[in-house]
């Protein structure tokens, strides 16, 4: 009973304990705002309270625009009066402007001046290269756009065995690459000198270390070869030196192939029944020449003097000049040679007809060249380093120029400025000669061949007149983009070459 009295059931009243915080928030909790009190602001303007049309278009109402021609207005009496008063000091000072020379052969040039000289392409051939062959001869064909270059050795030694290329690049062609020429044409021998035919783009002639002639047509892609010379007794018996197309005098669009080599022999061919057939020449020889030339000596008597280059005057194709191995340069003409040729029969050679023997280089001349703007003045270059600018009226040279320490291989005038010609050197460097810039220095001397190597050979391009090939012995051509200065003709240019020309040297 006493236990359960303890342990009754009874329901205990809920405890209830209240919040203070919440209590004490609400105490303190007031109506607060995020904005700012008050804030007077006022409107300033802009803009000018003032403002001004200023108008640009010439329209006017018909009103002002006779009022504007009204307020112009001249005073022909003082005008008159004026210009009776200077006409004496205006006629004068024009008529001393029309006496004065100071803007004779002014031109204003507009087009843009290029200033640098550029290589433009360098091309090569790598299986002659690898052969280590030399580039011997280039040349332009009559379009400008294709160039041929021969390899071959010029060292001393028996290469006639040897085989060599030619090879031609058309420039103008997309996708040139310039180690794969567009034509290779494999010769059996040496190929020592190249020539285009001046009218027919394709025809291309060679001279062979064989002493044979050869004409490509480089249109053709199997068996490219024309006409050749064969082995034959009027063949020459030295390597050919030089081959040159000279214009027929009957027939100026047809050519006469002629070649020069150190055995003494100037000859012309002509295409007979698919060959070339000797047409005429002669030969240079030791007795043919004044005893002013002073030959040191005669071997053999009657012995040939080696011809080693040879060049016709463009303005007169019976005038041709030929360098010899003992220094000379010798004016020839070949007036009666070309005589001989019209006559049924006369193409056995000549005595030689020479006029006149120059005054000589220290060693051998390898290469002459005639102008093509001056009927008198040609270009000598040899052994020696020495360019001499001869008249062909006098024996002394115009001017001898030392370019080199070692030997100059080639001398080319340019084709289109009168006082411009380039050299090759033997230390690989090309120089360019503006005679109206300086008689005595180089205008530019190009680097062309890497280390020593020599350059052999160049040519300008007649049509394409800012290009300049040139040859070395590392087997590469260079293309050279001329600037203005050495491929546009300057005003005056042509009366200073005559005067160049008058000089009279002892």
Same mark, same amino acid.
């Given at each position: 009973?006493?236990?359960?009295?303890?342990?009754?059931?009874?329901?205990?009243?809920?405890?209830?304990?209240?919040?203070?915080?919440?209590?004490?928030?609400?105490?303190?909790?007031?109506?607060?705002?995020?904005?700012?009190?008050?804030?007077?602001?006022?409107?300033?303007?802009?803009?000018?309270?003032?403002?001004?049309?200023?108008?640009?278009?010439?329209?006017?109402?018909?009103?002002?625009?006779?009022?504007?021609?009204?307020?112009?207005?001249?005073?022909?009496?003082?005008?008159?009066?004026?210009?009776?008063?200077?006409?004496?000091?205006?006629?004068?000072?024009?008529?001393?402007?029309?006496?004065?020379?100071?803007?004779?052969?002014?031109?204003?040039?507009?087009?843009?001046?290029?200033?640098?000289?550029?290589?433009?392409?360098?091309?090569?051939?790598?299986?002659?290269?690898?052969?280590?062959?030399?580039?011997?001869?280039?040349?332009?064909?009559?379009?400008?756009?294709?160039?041929?270059?021969?390899?071959?050795?010029?060292?001393?030694?028996?290469?006639?065995?040897?085989?060599?290329?030619?090879?031609?690049?058309?420039?103008?062609?997309?996708?040139?690459?310039?180690?794969?020429?567009?034509?290779?044409?494999?010769?059996?021998?040496?190929?020592?000198?190249?020539?285009?035919?001046?009218?027919?783009?394709?025809?291309?002639?060679?001279?062979?270390?064989?002493?044979?002639?050869?004409?490509?047509?480089?249109?053709?892609?199997?068996?490219?070869?024309?006409?050749?010379?064969?082995?034959? %007794? %009027?063949?020459?018996?030295?390597?050919?030196?030089?081959?040159?197309?000279?214009?027929?005098?009957?027939?100026?669009?047809?050519?006469?192939?002629?070649?020069?080599?150190?055995?003494?022999?100037?000859?012309?061919?002509?295409?007979? %029944?698919?060959? +070339?057939?000797?047409?005429?020449?002669?030969?240079?020889?030791?007795?043919?020449?004044?005893?002013?030339?002073?030959?040191?000596?005669?071997?053999?008597?009657?012995?040939?003097?080696?011809?080693?280059?040879?060049?016709?005057?463009?303005?007169?194709?019976?005038?041709?000049?030929?360098?010899?191995?003992?220094?000379?340069?010798?004016?020839?003409?070949?007036?009666?040679?070309?005589?001989?040729?019209?006559?049924?029969?006369?193409?056995?050679?000549?005595?030689?007809?020479?006029?006149?023997?120059?005054?000589?280089?220290?060693?051998?001349?390898?290469?002459?060249?005639?102008?093509?703007?001056?009927?008198?003045?040609?270009?000598?270059?040899?052994?020696?380093?020495?360019?001499?600018?001869?008249?062909?009226?006098?024996?002394?040279? +115009?001017?001898?120029?030392?370019?080199?320490?070692?030997?100059?291989?080639?001398?080319?005038?340019?084709?289109?400025?009168?006082?411009?010609?380039?050299?090759?050197?033997?230390?690989?460097?090309?120089?360019?000669?503006?005679?109206?810039?300086?008689?005595?220095?180089?205008?530019?001397?190009?680097?062309?061949?890497?280390?020593?190597?020599?350059?052999?050979?160049?040519?300008?391009?007649?049509?394409?007149?800012?290009?300049?090939?040139?040859?070395?012995?590392?087997?590469?051509?260079?293309?050279?983009?001329?600037?203005?200065?050495?491929?546009?003709?300057?005003?005056?240019?042509?009366?200073?070459?005559?005067?160049?020309?008058?000089?009279?040297?002892?």
């Amino acid at each position: 009973a006493q236990l359960s009295a303890m342990f009754a059931d009874g329901t205990a009243p809920g405890a209830d304990v209240q919040s203070l915080w919440r209590g004490a928030r609400s105490t303190r909790c007031e109506a607060k705002s995020c904005q700012t009190g008050k804030i007077s602001t006022a409107e300033t303007a802009v803009q000018s309270h003032t403002h001004q049309d200023a108008a640009v278009q010439t329209d006017r109402r018909e009103e002002a625009a006779q009022g504007f021609q009204q307020e112009v207005q001249v005073d022909y009496t003082g005008l008159l009066s004026f210009l009776q008063r200077v006409e004496d000091a205006v006629v004068k000072e024009l008529n001393k402007n029309w006496k004065s020379h100071a803007f004779d052969g002014f031109e204003v040039n507009w087009r843009e001046q290029n200033k640098t000289v550029l290589c433009l392409h360098t091309l090569s051939f790598p299986e002659a290269q690898q052969q280590k062959l030399q580039v011997t001869g280039v040349s332009w064909n009559t379009t400008g756009a294709v160039l041929a270059c021969s390899y071959g050795h010029l060292d001393d030694g028996d290469w006639s065995t040897a085989k060599s290329y030619v090879c031609t690049w058309n420039l103008d062609r997309r996708g040139l690459n310039p180690q794969r020429p567009d034509l290779v044409m494999d010769i059996p021998s040496s190929v020592m000198c190249l020539a285009f035919h001046p009218s027919q783009p394709s025809l291309l002639a060679g001279g062979l270390f064989s002493g044979e002639l050869v004409v490509w047509d480089t249109s053709r892609t199997e068996d490219p070869v024309v006409w050749r010379t064969g082995m034959t %007794d %009027d063949t020459h018996t030295d390597p050919v030196c030089q081959v040159s197309w000279v214009p027929d005098g009957r027939h100026r669009s047809h050519a006469r192939l002629w070649s020069a080599a150190p055995d003494g022999k100037v000859l012309a061919w002509h295409e007979q %029944d698919g060959h +070339l057939a000797l047409a005429g020449g002669f030969t240079v020889g030791a007795p043919h020449l004044p005893r002013s030339a002073q030959l040191r000596k005669l071997v053999r008597g009657e012995a040939a003097v080696g011809v080693t280059s040879l060049s016709f005057s463009p303005l007169d194709p019976c005038v041709l000049v030929v360098g010899v191995e003992g220094g000379f340069p010798i004016k020839c003409s070949a007036a009666p040679v070309t005589t001989a040729l019209q006559e049924p029969g006369g193409c056995a050679p000549r005595r030689a007809p020479v006029e006149l023997v120059f005054a000589p280089h220290a060693g051998p001349v390898y290469s002459v060249s005639c102008s093509p703007f001056h009927r008198n003045l040609f270009l000598s270059c040899g052994t020696d380093g020495q360019v001499h600018l001869h008249s062909l009226l006098q024996t002394q040279p +115009l001017l001898s120029l030392q370019l080199s320490q070692q030997y100059l291989f080639c001398v080319r005038w340019s084709p289109v400025r009168p006082l411009v010609f380039a050299a090759a050197a033997g230390e690989g460097v090309v120089h360019l000669f503006d005679l109206e810039k300086s008689s005595q220095k180089p205008a530019v001397s190009m680097k062309q061949a890497v280390g020593q190597g020599p350059v052999h050979c160049l040519e300008f391009n007649s049509r394409q007149t800012q290009l300049l090939a040139v040859g070395d012995a590392t087997g590469t051509v260079k293309v050279w983009q001329l600037s203005s200065d050495f491929s546009e003709q300057r005003p005056r240019e042509l009366n200073h070459l005559e005067q160049l020309a008058s000089e009279v040297r002892d």
